[in-house]
């Protein structure tokens, strides 16, 4: 099977809408922004043996792909709209690609997104997805902007997926979902646009992107470990709290939006999350100065033993 | 060095434009396109140990990596504006790094292009490019479009790239930076919108990428060997007259523009290519069926030994 072979089987299924003028199968894809808008660009890329383990379902690895970069997309309130493709592969495997794009269109049909462009070559396995989308100026969501007084919110119950990672072929099927196919946040952060401060999603772990707002913002937190949003899962699979919050606090890969708002708009954001049919829970406030911390039921400060995850160097 | 270290000694130098509303460091880029334009989006990878050499310069990589994609916008008449990059390395280098960015931003800055998001991640070396940039609707050049009667045009020497490689460390330095340093033909393409009737980068090798235009056309071509443009570098390095019709047909990596036109406007295409101060060439015509005929100057047919890279598969 040629490289060409392999773009084809993906062609016929990339997915329409009628904002893309040409798309696979030219040196590049043209493509019509809508007028007024911003254009919102991220890219990502999964290499195995990092991102994900070695013999991954295919499937899941498309799903993956997108997720990944529709959270980013959902934590800047956009729309998204089109996604370029660079698969690497050690060989050219049909039944491979068509599982990849299994998975990676059933996401994108979810959110209306057509695949344009990109690249199949000869490589070890890695996957890097650039997508796009559009927000009205104005109505995006940034990293900074956090406020003093603001409340400290995050969707959903983030640690599920680290806690899947960390028990392996014994976590349970709610944990491994939240891990293989994370749920990009898109309707709640469109929903947030006017509302919050500030947003990031969660991909390195709790404190470690909400330090990346804390450092745009000029400002710091105070979390609430009693406040922390606990899954059943989760906490029918640790037993110890501290392991559980280690998931919680540090763990990456859930895919939820942390952000911030003022207490005083606390039930717009509720209505806000309500209308996207998205759980949301306040963990913590903004604090002068630039630290985060962690405070427990007994009021003292808990230190967890990492703050996310390094990209390079040691993972706790 | 973490990853935010890392993405800050990219973002000191990721270059300024007008229209990047925000860059490196939140979410997602935030980009105003300009109204009444088309968006062109290419995205191309390179892999160790498959595209170039373990050991290859890092500015050279991060030269060729922005060339390879800038070469598919010249293919469309685009304008580029805005990259993303999606830098896998074995371990956090910051000497590779600065070197790589400074490769790609020396390219970048001569065609004004932006980095303006994209990853850094731990994996074997490999080089994710997502390149942005506009057309006017109607002016851009597809691979669909050629017509009977049509010459078939090549801009600069094709055969150099691949003779470089052929020869490995014996290759003159002249054919080394045509490998190492392509020359994206930008200003080219864009003096040929409104001329040319087609147009493709000839990245895989001419045969291949012209086969890809014939195809998309559906019309065959004549290529006449006397006449394809033979650089002094290339006539020096290698004696032997087949093996370099050999480079010049079936080499990839040139990055030169292979483009068809009404031969009724072959003053129109040299003023054009005079205009962008591009070298050209008529290789042969488009004529009726699906095939590339190649001629030999005594008239006969003459079959190269391969068309073009194959990115799966073996490479002859």
């Given at each position: 099977?040629?490289?060409?072979?392999?773009?084809?089987?993906?062609?016929?299924?990339?997915?329409?809408?009628?904002?893309?003028?040409?798309?696979?199968?030219?040196?590049?894809?043209?493509?019509?922004p809508p007028?007024?808008?911003?254009?919102?660009?991220?890219?990502?890329?999964?290499?195995?043996?990092?991102?994900?383990?070695?013999?991954?379902?295919?499937?899941?690895?498309?799903?993956?792909a997108l997720a990944v970069n529709l959270s980013d997309l959902a934590a800047m309130a956009a729309t998204p709209a089109w996604a370029l493709l660079?698969?690497?592969?050690?060989?050219?495997?049909?039944?491979?690609?068509d599982a990849f794009v299994d998975g990676f269109m059933a996401l994108a049909a979810e959110h209306a997104v057509a695949l344009v462009g990109g690249d199949t070559t000869r490589g070890p396995l890695s996957i890097s997805v650039?997508?796009?989308?559009?927000?009205?100026?104005?109505?995006?969501?940034?990293r900074a902007g956090a406020r003093l007084g603001d409340e400290v919110w995050v969707t959903g119950t983030p640690g599920?997926?680290?806690?899947?990672?960390?028990?392996?072929?014994?976590?349970?099927?709610?944990?491994?979902?939240r891990l293989e196919r994370p749920l990009p946040r898109l309707a709640a952060g469109r929903a947030l646009a006017g509302i919050a401060h500030a947003c990031i999603d969660v991909s390195d772990g709790l404190l470690a992107d909400l330090g990346h707002v804390l450092a745009a913002s000029g400002v710091g937190a105070e979390i609430e470990l009693a406040r922390l949003p606990l899954s059943a899962a989760l906490e029918a699979a640790l037993a110890?709290?501290?392991?559980?919050?280690h998931c919680q606090l540090a763990g990456?890969?859930?895919?939820?939006?942390?952000?911030?708002?003022?207490?005083?708009?606390?039930?717009?954001?509720?209505?806000?999350?309500?209308?996207?049919?998205?759980?949301?829970?306040?963990?913590?406030?903004?604090?002068?100065?630039?630290?985060c911390r962690v405070i427990a039921a007994d009021g003292r400060d808990w230190t967890p033993p990492a703050r996310g995850y390094q990209h390079f160097g040691s993972n706790a």
């Open positions: 099977m040629a490289e060409f072979e392999l773009i084809e089987r993906i062609r016929r299924r990339a997915g329409r809408r009628d904002d893309v003028v040409l798309g696979i199968g030219d040196d590049a894809a043209l493509l019509a007028a007024g808008h911003w254009l919102v660009a991220a890219q990502d890329t999964l290499n195995e043996g990092v991102h994900f383990a070695p013999g991954s379902a295919p499937a899941d690895l498309g799903w993956k660079s698969l690497s592969l050690p060989r050219a495997d049909a039944g491979f690609v650039a997508l796009h989308g559009f927000v009205a100026p104005g109505r995006e969501l940034r599920d997926a680290a806690a899947a990672l960390r028990l392996g072929r014994e976590a349970p099927a709610a944990l491994r979902a110890d709290p501290a392991a559980r919050w990456g890969d859930d895919y939820e939006l942390c952000f911030t708002a003022p207490a005083d708009r606390h039930a717009a954001v509720r209505a806000a999350l309500a209308a996207a049919a998205t759980a949301g829970t306040v963990i913590g406030r903004i604090v002068a100065g630039g630290d």
